[in-house]
């Protein structure tokens, strides 16, 4: 089997990291436990070497706490998507009503047979503007309810989509997405940030997001993390991407194929691991294979 540099690298790392994680998790000695119940992860995999052969388990390396797991099973996910549209809805949100419209229609265009969309605006509260529907006419009426008003409360608004739109789907349906539209400032939010982000990547849920110019000027913020900062955690910890709110038609498209073609379900029996802790994962794949997913697994029990 041949490594590539980087693949080795990451490999050393990992032992390193892995003594750290053996101490630290020594005070929970009573509680470890060397099989806890499966883990079921969603996982973003495509060939950039050109080969029809599938992707197969043997073709990854998952660590959790930085200590190599064994893969029980890798399957491609042929599954319908549920998508939630959460869409900054604020008064001064840098861009304009119809803007916002053209930019949140484009995936009404872009989904596959089975997919659903969910639309939600929010300023100080969260605004149900279109439950679920695959009818692109029927949301373009909708959409005429969107406003500018109010300040951003973006920790709430997740929340609530996450809790009262996509939990209640769940197990059934594991492919669940949030697409935010907005520049990623809160102003007024009780929710933090970092419960916020918790909550995400324990339901396994996925955020892309549609970026834009951020208000603030990327000014500091007392308590709260950088609108930026908030996108970029947002995406990248739960295995999405960010995309610039001017390519919204391309972002479209990238985000409802990618769902459609190229995610797949990961299940293994975490060992050496403990339900109490928070710990990093990561997955690492042969040559010419381009692997994404959700950077961490919140503790199970708190």
């Known amino acids: 089997m041949k490594f590539s540099v980087k ?32 883990t079921i992860l969603s996982v973003v995999a495509s060939r950039t070497d050109g080969k029809k052969s599938p992707i197969r388990a043997e073709n990854l390396y998952l660590y959790d706490n ?30 304009d009503i119809e803007s916002l419209r053209k930019a949140t229609m484009e995936f009404a265009y872009e989904i596959y047979e089975g997919d659903q969309l969910f639309v939600i605006a929010y300023d100080e509260k969260p605004e149900i503007i279109q439950e679920w529907t695959d009818d692109a006419k029927k949301m373009e009426q909708t959409l005429k309810t969107f406003r500018k008003q109010g300040n951003p409360h973006l920790f709430d608004a997740v929340n609530a989509a996450v809790s009262e739109v996509l939990v209640p789907l769940m197990p059934g349906t594991r492919k669940t997405v949030v697409v935010l539209i907005g520049d990623g400032l809160d102003r007024g939010s009780k929710t933090p940030f970092d419960k916020m982000l918790d909550f995400l990547q324990n339901q396994n849920i996925t955020v892309y997001a549609l970026q834009l110019k951020d208000r603030t000027g990327g000014a500091y913020r007392r308590y709260q993390p950088k609108a930026k900062k908030v996108i970029k955690d947002l995406t990248e910890k739960t295995g999405g991407v960010a995309f610039p709110f001017s390519k919204a038609r391309e972002a479209a498209k990238f985000i409802c194929d990618e769902l459609r073609k190229n995610r797949y379900l990961l299940s293994y029996f975490p060992t050496n691991a403990s339900s109490y802790d928070a710990r990093e994962v990561f997955i690492v794949a042969d040559e010419g294979i381009k692997i994404r997913m959700k950077t961490a697994q919140p503790p199970n029990v708190k």
């Open 66 to 95: 930085a200590i190599e797991q064994k893969i029980k099973n890798f399957s491609f996910d042929p599954s319908p998507a549920r998508i939630v549209l959460l869409v900054d809805n604020s008064k001064t949100v840098p861009t």
């Open 7 to 38: 693949k080795i690298l990451l490999t050393l790392f990992c032992i390193l990291l892995g003594f750290s994680a053996v101490f630290a998790q020594s005070r929970h000695s009573a509680r470890k436990t060397g099989n806890l119940d499966g």
